[in-house]
DNA sequence: AAAACGGGGTT
DNA sequence: AACCCAGTTTT
């Protein structure tokens, strides 16, 4: 119940759930229909339906034997990493981590670890630093200490680190950056850009290229600072963008980029522009999303912040190196 | 690595 | 209106 559901809300709910299925047994022997209704009102309806197959499926592999292996519940449906540590730490002192909303927050602090929480690299470092910290006993204790302390002590917004039990080795605390950290993610936005990329062709050649305004060939994920970056982001550097060419080189699609800025993630979906070279410049077309056009009316086609069209920017001066 | 899943509370 | 909540599963 607790998953992405307060505690404020589950409290009262877990109580009556509790009182109307008071065994595993009790709940894996009710018809789903009674158990979602029960679940009424809580939301994520698959966490009902998973829960209860989970419990037919421990009462009939092990009657009122639970157990404790952690293989067997980690194979149970809608359980995840955290379920399987905070079940099997606090039922049968188990020693596994668990790292949910608030331990994250309780983390990243104590190491003064400024990646953004989401990133993969950043839950990997969560997880082991939750699993190096487990004492040798009580991990259950341990575990639900350090969900309260963020909770309670270590909140989002003031957290009141001068009562903190752990102040005197957080890493933020002593360098006042509890309220820098833990850095958020923004909302992902996603933008259309038509122009910024092309496909060209030219006999059996395949060019990708990024801008017409750089003056040189470059990878596809190698451009400048663009215009629709904030200005309170950094400038957006090759090593920030991370990028998938979603097309078949040579045909015509679109591009899925990811910009990782200090907070705000971008994502950008360029539709791209194939043109087939011909020597002569008015033949030269391009196929935008089916329609043909010719290089006459592509010439009125804009770069965006550039004053030069894509024309002039990017497909004369390729027929000028090419021919 | 997103997006989907949801109702309720907070800012 | 936007964001967050003792996450997990599917795309």
Not at 7 to 31: G, N
Not at 113 to 126: D, G, S, V
Not at 144 to 164: I, K, S
Not at 226 to 236: G, L, N, Q
């Amino acid at each position: 119940m607790l998953q992405q559901t307060t505690v404020a809300t589950v409290t009262p709910r877990f109580a009556e759930f509790i009182s109307r299925f008071p065994t595993l047994r009790s709940l894996a022997e009710a018809d789903e229909q009674v158990v979602l209704k029960s679940w009424e009102g809580l939301g994520y309806y698959s966490r009902a339906r998973n829960l209860h197959r989970a419990a037919k499926i421990l009462t009939e592999q092990f009657g009122d034997d639970i157990p404790d292996d952690p293989a067997v519940w980690a194979d149970l449906p809608g359980v995840g990493r955290y379920i399987l540590g905070a079940v099997l730490s606090q039922a049968f002192d188990r020693r596994l981590p668990v790292v949910e909303a608030n331990t994250r927050r309780v983390l990243a602090r104590l190491g003064a670890n400024r990646t953004e929480l989401t990133t993969p690299e950043m839950q990997k470092w969560l997880w082991q630093t939750a699993t190096d910290m487990l004492p040798r006993q009580h991990i259950g204790d341990f575990n639900q200490a350090m969900m309260e302390l963020g909770a309670t002590v270590c909140t989002v917004r003031e957290p009141d680190c001068p009562n903190c039990p752990l102040r005197a080795s957080c890493q933020s605390f002593l360098n006042g950056l509890q309220n820098e950290i833990p850095v958020i993610a923004g909302k992902t936005v996603t933008e259309q850009v038509l122009e910024a990329c092309a496909v060209i062709r030219w006999k059996n050649r395949v060019f990708l290229r990024q801008r017409g305004d750089t003056g040189r060939w470059a990878k596809m994920w190698e451009f400048p600072t663009r215009e629709y970056a904030r200005p309170a982001d950094p400038v957006a550097v090759a090593s920030d963008l991370t990028g998938e060419l979603k097309m078949p080189p040579g045909e015509t699609g679109s591009v899925l980029m990811t910009l990782r800025y200090s907070v705000t993630r971008f994502r950008i979906q360029m539709t791209c522009v194939e043109i087939t070279l011909s020597e002569n410049p008015a033949d030269a077309v391009y196929d935008d999303n089916g329609r043909w056009v010719s290089l006459e009316e592509l010439s009125a086609y804009p770069v965006r912040s550039s004053q030069r069209t894509l024309a002039e920017a990017l497909i004369r001066p390729l027929q000028r190196e090419l021919f």
